[in-house]
């Protein structure tokens, strides 16, 4: 079991920045797929970007390709997402999920795929 949770969420205007962190205890961290996910306000929660453990893989949803990009450090059992001009649709709240493989390069885009969650950061961008 893995225990998620993420900081860094916070009031920003449209075309800032924002850098997600989610910290990872429990068991060994390196071996977990990771990914962010986000609930826009009365919205089903959605993928934004995932990352292999061995850091070789990454994917992002279309609405966030070119502005957002996901890393970790396997060392301090910590993934970041670094958001770059933001904008109002970017609002929601941001998760951190993970999820055990022994597929070094996986990446997960379904949120069903994630067996274990943060609780969840609130990123609000103003127009």
């Known amino acids: 079991q893995v225990q998620l949770v993420e900081s860094g969420g916070g009031l920003v205007q449209a075309g800032g920045s924002l850098r997600l962190s989610c910290a990872a205890s429990?068991?060994?961290?390196?071996?977990?797929?990771m990914g962010w996910l986000r609930q826009p306000p009365g919205k089903e929660r959605e993928f934004v970007a995932a990352?292999?453990?061995?850091?070789?893989?990454?994917y992002y949803a279309d609405p966030v390709k070119g502005r957002f990009t996901i890393s970790r450090d396997n060392a301090k059992n910590t993934v970041h997402l670094q958001m770059n001009s933001l904008k109002p649709e970017d609002t929601a709240v941001y998760y951190c999920?993970?999820?055990?493989?022994?597929?070094?390069?996986?990446?997960?885009?379904?949120?069903?795929?994630?067996?274990?969650w943060g609780q969840g950061t609130q990123v609000t961008v103003s127009s």
């Open positions: 990352i292999s453990w061995s850091s070789g893989n990454t």
């Open positions: 999920a993970a999820d055990p493989t022994s597929n070094r390069n996986v990446v997960h885009t379904g949120r069903y795929e994630y067996d274990y």
């Open positions: 429990g068991r060994t961290f390196s071996i977990y797929a």
